[in-house]
């Protein structure tokens, strides 16, 4: 039986609200989304849920992540009041309604979040993917535990990401909109590996993924990545 297209919301619902919030999670997760996807960063000894390096774009802060402390961060709003959120309000906030994709995209975050995986001890790992751009990060988190999907991000596909892809043994492939095509997309099929799309909002586009034959897409819009599928 073919699998089911994967709807993956794209730091929550960004599209309906603010990015990595905890609210844009519920979002995407009221719009039928069945994978959310979030980016992690390390602040002092906590796991927190932002994408940029720079607070100025999404926060009332401005500034370096990096340069400031948890406490501080915290007092930040990340919009419509809500706060920056940790890894661990993720969790609670999805509990076993759908399937979580963490992006380690700050430096030194696979440890960490192996430590708060492993603390959920009943989290089944059918329902997690851990991505990341820095691959070696990603061979970190296959040291610490060798059963967590793992998939590498890239904004090319190469021959290259497959045999990467290969050696450490990733379930998927997870490559931009603009490079992705059939030859690809072929190539990673015949090696077991899945292949999802970033970030993918425009219905042709969401269409022509389809008839591509690709897992699942990333989408600041989830409602519409359902709707194309029921057509
Ligand atoms: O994981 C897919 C996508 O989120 C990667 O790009 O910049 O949105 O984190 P970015
Ligand atoms: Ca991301």
């Not at 963490?102 to 959920?120: D, S």
């Not at 290969?166 to 095509?181: D, K, P």
Request: overall charge negative.
């Amino acid at each position: 039986m073919a699998r089911p297209f994967l709807c993956i919301g794209h730091r929550g619902a960004m599209g309906h609200e603010p990015e990595n919030t905890l609210r844009s999670i519920r979002k995407g997760i009221e719009l039928g989304a069945t994978w959310i996807e979030i980016d992690v960063q390390r602040v002092e000894e906590q796991l927190v849920v932002f994408h940029d390096e720079r607070l100025d774009r999404t926060t009332n802060g401005r500034g370096l992540l990096a340069e400031q402390s948890f406490a501080e961060l915290r007092k930040l709003d990340a919009g419509r009041g809500e706060r920056i959120p940790t890894l661990e309000e993720v969790f609670e906030t999805i509990g076993e309604r759908v399937g979580l994709n963490i992006e380690l995209k700050g430096p030194e975050t696979a440890e960490p979040t192996v430590r708060r995986i492993h603390a959920r001890d009943d989290f089944d790992y059918k329902r997690l993917l851990v991505s990341s751009f820095d691959i070696p990060q990603l061979r970190r988190v296959h040291e610490l535990d060798a059963e967590i999907p793992l998939a590498g991000l890239y904004s090319r596909p190469s021959k290259e990401a497959l045999r990467t892809a290969t050696a450490l043994g990733f379930l998927a492939i997870n490559v931009s909109l603009r490079h992705v095509t059939s030859e690809f997309v072929k190539a990673a099929h015949e090696q077991g590996l899945q292949v999802l799309v970033y970030t993918v909002n425009e219905p042709d586009d969401i269409a022509r993924m389809m008839s591509l034959g690709v897992d699942g897409v990333f989408s600041d819009y989830p409602d519409r990545v359902l709707r194309a599928s029921r057509k």
